[in-house]
């Protein structure tokens, strides 16, 4: 295994587990995978089963037939029928999780060495085609004069992995994750949930007399039994305990259906006569507080919110895209209108800044820009038409030329110097900051999908109801396994160890406002239309809608360059 993650390595891609699975079914594994390497034309970020099928398909490798594993094939199966019904109301799916303590080993962690290579073979070749968009004229307004242009950025970034990457990949790294989430969020449990004040350890349910038991844990396990109850194994550093939630319990079987892995949970139950089994009373979830206090900025300012411009994408909405940057240069809206883009200050760009390459299926058949260096040129060039006076911070998604494991670092510095001579803040994903004391968690939102697929009322094109599960949890996507890969950094950046006053996502490109117990939620759209991807899921995207918050007031609204702006 060590000699094919190698090879992979060398030529800048990750490999799925699945993936890797089908290779090492060959009877030549090594031989196999130089193969693959030698027939990619492209650099894709993480290589997937159906990649190397279709090579396989197009170039008739032969001689080396794999040696089918049915539950692996049955497994992408599930995959492909949950994604194709993803959006269906009564979605009630979860993937099945399966950890290779071989791929656990050899999973490769550092920052610079997740760095996709930005120049290639394939980076070098011919690309007369490629349709750039092209910088529109702005003409100054004589009598634009923005309020935001008398005040000086504050930006103060909280808590974010870029330079503090310290995983390896080693089982040690992962035990060290896990252990950090347990203690952070047993903390936050007993510190603010007044039902968790008598906590024990695991290890003293059979010890101890007591009928009522209050119990802290990560869950282990957790699936339906066949009488419809709902089974949870969850352990901490004393040992491991199974809870039952009985399905005529209206109350707890609803909270059990929550519970999804890896998460740290809160329980109050009766421990059955042999102690062999706790029924559950109540499951408590770390959540926030009812109100949070959000705090303010002391200057009228506002901070724009974009997400998922998928610059090198033929669907990149280029009329709408020059609508926006005419109005916040205010070329164009009403009076009402172009007050407001006087008054933003910040543009916080919440991942997919770029297309990429080799992302989704037949993804190379929708690109207008094939080279990724030039995505990002091309967004520089865009970037440019911002007001001087307008700070962006700018974080990665998983279309993006980073490590596609979260936490991901801020992108290098060869994409960094791109926008030089703008204010620009790079961060990682996710990303706490503050903009005038107004502090914001910034998140791709990738693990939408996980929330999505493994708590049957979820909808993906629902964020911010998942977004506040997310909250509720006070973690971004605590499940190892899932579509989320996960990096084992020493301490877990994707707890919700602060509450923000807005919290933002993308990566489902849909435009939604909303709040939670105080917090702002915000699910920050798109700037491209339909694709055939996306077009096999059912799913239409709403895009082109820009969410703004007052900083001053809270207060959160939506500018729609949809349609023709007055």
Not at 476 to 481: R, V
Not at 506 to 532: F, M
């Amino acid at each position: 295994m060590r000699a094919i993650l190698k090879i992979f390595s060398e030529h800048g891609t990750f490999i799925q587990p699945d993936a890797m699975e089908y290779i090492l079914s060959k009877d030549k594994p090594e031989e196999f995978a130089c193969l693959l390497v030698k027939n990619l034309k492209e650099y894709p970020l993480v290589l997937t089963i159906d990649r190397i099928k279709d090579i396989e398909s197009s170039t008739m490798i032969k001689g080396l037939s794999p040696k089918l594993d049915n539950s692996t094939l049955d497994k992408k199966e599930a995959q492909n029928k949950l994604l194709s019904r993803l959006y269906a109301p009564d979605n009630i799916l979860s993937p099945k999780r399966e950890i290779d303590e071989d791929s656990v080993e050899e999973y490769d962690g550092p920052d610079k060495d997740d760095q996709l290579r930005l120049h290639s073979n394939y980076d070098l070749e011919d690309e007369h085609d490629d349709q750039i968009p092209q910088p529109i004229e702005i003409k100054k307004v004589k009598s634009w004069n923005p309020p935001s242009k008398e005040y000086g950025p504050e930006i103060n970034v909280i808590k974010d992995v870029t330079g503090k990457s310290t995983c390896e990949g080693t089982t040690q790294d992962f035990a060290k994750l896990f252990r950090n989430r347990y203690r952070v969020l047993r903390k936050i449990l007993q510190n603010h949930r007044r039902e968790m004040i008598n906590v024990v350890p695991i290890d003293r349910i059979k010890r101890s007399n007591v009928k009522e038991i209050q119990l802290i844990g990560i869950v282990k396990n957790v699936r339906t039994t066949a009488n419809g109850h709902r089974l949870i194994e969850i352990e901490d550093e004393t040992g491991t305990a199974t809870l039952m939630a009985l399905k005529n319990n209206g109350v707890a079987i609803q909270l059990a259906n929550e519970v999804v892995l890896d998460e740290v949970i809160g329980v109050n139950g009766r421990v059955s006569k042999n102690g062999d089994l706790v029924i559950v009373q109540n499951i408590v979830f770390p959540d926030i507080k009812i109100r949070h206090d959000k705090k303010r900025a002391d200057i009228p300012l506002y901070a724009a919110f974009l997400s998922d411009i998928h610059i090198g994408s033929k669907m990149f909405l280029e009329d709408e895209w020059h609508a926006f940057l005419k109005w916040i240069n205010g070329d164009l809206g009403n009076h009402r209108q172009r007050a407001v883009a006087g008054r933003i200050k910040y543009l916080v760009v919440s991942g997919d800044v770029v297309d990429g390459i080799g992302i989704y299926p037949n993804q190379e058949k929708e690109l207008s820009i094939k080279n990724i260096y030039r995505q990002y040129e091309a967004l520089a060039e865009q970037f440019r038409l911002i007001p001087d006076h307008i700070s962006i911070i700018i974080q990665p998604g998983n279309h993006d030329a980073v490590r596609p494991a979260e936490p991901q670092p801020a992108f290098e510095k060869e994409i960094q110097d791109l926008f030089s001579g703008k204010d620009v803040i790079f961060v990682g994903n996710p990303c706490y900051f503050s903009l005038h004391g107004v502090e914001v968690l910034s998140y791709h939102g990738q693990s939408l999908l996980d929330y999505a697929t493994n708590v049957s009322y979820l909808k993906y094109n629902e964020p911010t109801e998942i977004m506040k599960i997310m909250l509720r949890k006070r973690h971004l996507a605590p499940t190892y396994g899932g579509y989320t890969p996960l990096a084992p950094e020493h301490s877990d950046y994707m707890i919700i160890e602060r509450v923000p006053d807005i919290f933002v996502t993308g990566h489902v490109h849909i435009a939604h406002i909303d709040e939670y117990r105080g917090v702002t939620l915000i699910n920050a759209s798109s700037w491209q239309a339909q694709t055939s991807y996306q077009k096999t899921l059912n799913f239409v995207p709403d895009s082109a809608k820009l969410p703004i918050v007052n900083l001053e007031t809270g207060n959160a609204t939506t500018m729609d360059f949809s349609r023709k702006t007055p």
